[in-house]
């Protein structure tokens, strides 16, 4: 009889991973635009990609912070990579930095969505002020709109490209202090499945990556994570980002996946079928009209 014992620990989230550890891919040749780019995952995203042999191109509102991001990559990597300070809210800045990096690096290959706000005061939503409000919901869905929309022609005209979309456990659960950014998060992720189902047929893909929970600026913002320690490694982002750029993930194409509990060697055997991992009502039983 096999002996009773306390069960294993539960694995933190840096001891779990990847069985065949994150993806190898050779993406030289490739371009990548990651918004968000001057701190937390952005930062670590543009690192991963340009080691991966990309031409990468950062954007963010804060030029210095930026830059000096982008030459450290540079420096660290040997890749070419750019600068374009831009705020993603604002049109003519969005369609002038895409321009400004189709120019220098040649046509993105990959855009990951990625630059976005969170509510600053922490109150209920009828407390909240309605411009911070207004500018969270628009930094993530008018940033992933207008960013897609100034990069995804291209993409269909060469028939390849991936978006990613950085999405969030409020993307499909709401948090009463944070409204703006739960509102914000089911916005973007709606936008991605809108954008693949538009895709579909051809070789431009679009999918919503949910980081967990990484140590951020952002994070370190914010009352809920006070205290906590069990923070997903950025690598475990980069490992999923890397595997969609590398197209081992394609099947996933309009569907949510989450850094640091899908495990890339599942993932990549799986083709999702029906609705799954995309935003749906919940039947309350058989007889339910909606189901
Ligand atoms: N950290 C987590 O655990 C976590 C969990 C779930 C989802 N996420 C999502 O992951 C993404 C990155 O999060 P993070 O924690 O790395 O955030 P962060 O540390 O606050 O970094 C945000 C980045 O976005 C840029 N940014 C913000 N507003 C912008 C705008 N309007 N235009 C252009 N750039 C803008 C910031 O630079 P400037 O201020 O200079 O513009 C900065 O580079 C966000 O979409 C966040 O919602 C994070």
């Known amino acids: 009889m096999a002996e009773k014992g306390p069960p294993p620990p539960h694995p933190s989230q840096a001891q779990r991973g990847t069985r065949e550890g994150a993806a190898q891919a050779d993406l030289s040749g490739q371009v990548a635009l990651v918004t968000g780019a001057s701190t937390g995952i952005g930062r670590h995203l543009v690192e991963a990609l ?149 895709l579909e047929g051809s070789d431009v893909r679009a999918f919503d990556v949910s980081p967990g929970a990484v140590d951020t600026p952002m994070t370190r913002s914010m009352a809920m994570w006070q205290g906590f320690e069990d923070w997903t490694p950025p690598e475990r982002v980069v490992e999923m980002v890397l595997a969609i750029a590398a197209g081992e993930l394609d099947a996933w194409s309009g569907r949510f996946l989450r850094a640091g509990a899908d495990e890339l060697h599942v993932v990549r055997g799986v083709t999702p079928e029906r609705d799954a991992r995309q935003l749906r009502l919940v039947p309350y039983g058989d007889v339910d009209p909606l189901a």
């Not at 950062?58 to 030029?63: C, K, P, S």
């Not at 960013?147 to 390849?160: C, E, I, Q």
Request: hydrophobic letters at 50%; a negative charge; charged letters at 20%.
């Open 50 to 198: 340009a080691s991966h042999g990309m031409a990468v191109a950062g954007l963010a509102r804060g030029e210095e912070r930026l830059r000096a991001a982008m030459d450290e990559v540079s420096a660290t990597t040997g890749a070419r990579t750019l600068a374009v300070a831009a705020d993603v809210t604002d049109r003519a800045s969005v369609e002038a930095a895409v321009e400004r990096v189709v120019e220098q690096l040649g046509q993105v290959d990959l855009l990951v969505n990625n630059a976005g706000l969170i509510d600053a005061l922490e109150v209920p939503l009828w407390e909240a002020d309605p411009d911070q409000w207004w500018d969270v919901v628009s930094s993530h869905v008018k940033g992933g709109f207008l960013l897609s929309r100034a990069v995804v022609p291209w993409m269909v005209l060469r028939n390849r490209g991936r978006v990613v979309n950085i999405a969030s456990g409020m993307s499909v659960r709401a948090r009463p202090e944070y409204s703006a950014y739960s509102v914000a998060k089911t916005g973007l992720m709606r936008m991605t499945e809108a954008l693949a189902a538009a």
